[in-house]
Nanobody
Framework: QERPVESGGGLVQPGASLSISCVGS????????MGWHRQALGKQREMVAI???????DYSDSVLGRFAISREYGTNTVILQMKSLKPEDTAIYYC???????WGQGTQVTVSS
């Protein structure tokens, strides 16, 4: 199986919105729990959002109400929509396939004025 591939990171100002995407494994994507994790410089990697095989979603307290995770079954894509971004959201964001235990290479999100 192929590892997830992220895209869409970048530099934005505080308060802005940004979406990042992850293309998952083609074989059994539809039944995998998939998640977004992030790692800021000097800090441990932390869970941001998870979308489970049945569609249920979970979020960390730090992003609840600002971020939304969704998936497009036709394109095997998991999307993280981020709103009201804060400087503390700056990190490398990684996509994770919980079924296969595979990480993507990560995409940098920087929130700065």
């Amino acid at each position: 199986q192929e590892r997830p591939v992220e895209s869409g990171g970048g530099l934005v100002q505080p308060g802005a919105s940004l979406s990042i995407s992850c293309v998952g494994s083609d074989s059994i994507f539809g039944i995998h729990d998939m998640g977004w994790h992030r790692q800021a410089l000097g800090k441990q990697r932390e869970m941001v959002a998870i979308i489970r095989s049945g569609g249920r979603t979970d979020y960390s307290d730090s992003v609840l109400g600002r971020f939304a995770i969704s998936r497009e079954y036709g394109t095997n894509t998991v999307i993280l929509q981020m709103k009201s971004l804060k400087p503390e959201d700056t990190a490398i964001y990684y996509c994770y396939d919980y079924e296969l235990g595979l990480w993507g290479q990560g995409t940098q999100v920087t929130v700065s004025s």
